[in-house]
């Protein structure tokens, strides 16, 4: 099955830096790449998605680049401000099916003011 | 729209008993799937449900199974639990059955086993 690792699993940066999570997957065959961020007590929220007919894409202060020959992928997030800190998680899916969302295990983002 | 809803979101058992969980998916979604939360495991996908048909299960034992209603809600139960079921339990609603599809997820239930 598919396999996705994520790196670092703790990121500290200044507020105002930039943060870059980057993720590795397995499965040649997955095409659906989403990335979550979870706030203590809560559920994950999708911030973006990418799908595998697409290298780059951006929203606002988030953007996701995505190397399928590499098979990886990675989240920047620009302009970083307290509100960003949270546990983000990547994902991949092969789509097509109802096979589900293969997560990575997460990086503890950390903004110092 | 109201988000997903999972009741309730707190739970303790003892082991060897079973629990079973609910969620209400954001309304006009048709697929639920659930995932188990550890620190040790991370996220874990459990099954989906579309149309009241289990379409795909994840590496979980027999022990774990759920069921969906024809308004689209869904169950999840856990039989004769164990101290390692210990975890949050996520519940992601989607529009249709496709994974390639958008999964908003609940705030979970933290299932404690004692």
């Known amino acids: 099955g598919e396999n996705v690792e994520q790196h670092p699993s703790t990121l500290s940066v200044q507020e105002g830096d930039s943060a870059v999570i980057k993720c590795t997957y397995s499965d040649s065959a997955s095409n659906y790449f989403p990335w979550y961020k979870q706030e203590l007590g809560k559920g994950p929220q999708l911030i973006i998605d990418i799908r595998s007919n697409v290298g780059e894409k951006k929203d606002q202060r988030i953007a996701v680049t995505l190397n399928k020959t590499a098979k990886h992928f990675s989240l920047h997030i620009t302009e970083t401000q307290p509100e960003d800190s949270a546990v983000y998680f990547c994902?991949?899916?092969?789509?097509?099916?109802?096979?589900?969302?293969?997560f990575g295990k997460g990086t503890h983002l950390i903004i110092q003011p | 729209k109201a988000g997903v809803t999972q009741t309730p979101r707190y739970l303790i058992k003892t082991r060897g008993q079973q629990v079973t969980l609910s969620c209400s998916p954001i309304s006009g979604h048709r697929s639920v799937s659930w995932y188990q939360q550890t620190p040790g495991q991370g996220l874990q996908f459990l099954f989906e449900?579309?149309?009241?048909?289990?379409?795909n299960k994840g590496n979980f034992p027999g022990r774990f199974s759920g069921r969906q209603f024809s308004n689209s809600r869904s169950e999840m139960n856990v039989s004769t639990l164990e101290l390692g079921d210990s975890a949050l339990y996520l519940c992601?609603?989607?529009?249709?059955?496709?994974?390639?599809?958008?999964?908003?997820f609940g705030p979970g239930t933290r299932l404690l086993v004692l």
């Open positions: 994902a991949a899916s092969r789509g097509g099916g109802a096979d589900g969302l293969t």
């Open positions: 449900y579309f149309s009241e048909t289990q379409r």
């Open positions: 992601a609603s989607s529009a249709t059955s496709t994974s390639q599809e958008t999964q908003y």
